[in-house]
């Protein structure tokens, strides 16, 4: 796609799994990447590192919070069934208590017209992304780097997996959403803006 374009430098963002890959572009083709965004990712998607974040929804979570998503939760067992295709998809609706700042917030509109090929995802995440660790990775990458963490995202929590990033890798910005969880693009917009046009170096 770089290359169809015409970009001889591009600025990267990857959201939640996609920053892996965007970090690994960069790691690959340096030469063509100026700065790298990470948003509302864990550092590694190990079965050591889910357990953390269900202990973390465990202990810190609300009771409003936990009774709404065993709610949720419930009614997945049904989806896949019904849309065996969309399975991903209905995995993340379904664990909207996990992912968004307002607990009741339904994520089903985000996924509308989405086409998810379940194989390349069940290989992703169930196995390329358990064997990376971005604590690892971010020291070789010799960018600037932004990463944005939302203080309610407990998909990719607890904030603690990233402590003392910044000291391994001077070159990382770490910023928290404090009434954010998975999405601060939607839940936080205008602040999410302001950040992302200042670390760009643009005004507007």
């Known amino acids: 796609m770089r290359r169809e374009l015409g970009l001889e430098d591009v600025v990267l963002l990857g ?15 340096p030469e063509h990447v100026s700065k790298v965004a990470l948003f509302n990712t864990a550092p590694t998607n190990s079965p ?3 357990r953390q974040s269900f202990a973390s929804f465990d202990e810190t979570a609300s009771p409003g919070r936990k009774r709404h998503f ?3 939760i419930a009614k997945l067992a049904d989806d896949p069934a019904r849309e065996p295709e969309r399975r991903f998809a209905h995995v993340c609706i379904r664990m909207g208590a996990h992912g968004f700042y307002d607990f009741t917030t339904d ?6 017209g989405v086409t998810m090929a379940m194989p390349i995802l069940d ?8 064997q990376l660790d971005l604590r690892d990775r ?7 780097v932004m990463l944005g963490l939302g203080h309610y995202d407990y ?5 603690s997996l990233w402590e003392g990033i910044e000291a391994r890798c001077p070159h990382v910005t ?8 998975h999405t601060p693009m939607l839940e936080q917009a205008e602040e999410f803006a302001s950040h992302w046009r200042a670390w760009l170096g643009r005004d507007a």
């Open 123 to 130: 290989h992703l995440w169930g196995e390329a992304f358990e």
């Open 107 to 112: 994520g089903a509109p985000l996924w509308d």
């Open 70 to 72: 065993e709610a949720e």
């Open 155 to 159: 998909l990719v929590g607890p904030l």
């Open 48 to 50: 050591e590192r889910q």
């Open 174 to 181: 770490k910023l928290i959403f404090e009434r954010s969880g």
């Open 138 to 144: 971010l020291p070789r990458l010799e960018k600037p």
């Open 15 to 29: 959201h939640s799994g996609h920053a892996f890959i965007a970090v690994e572009y960069a790691l690959r083709y």
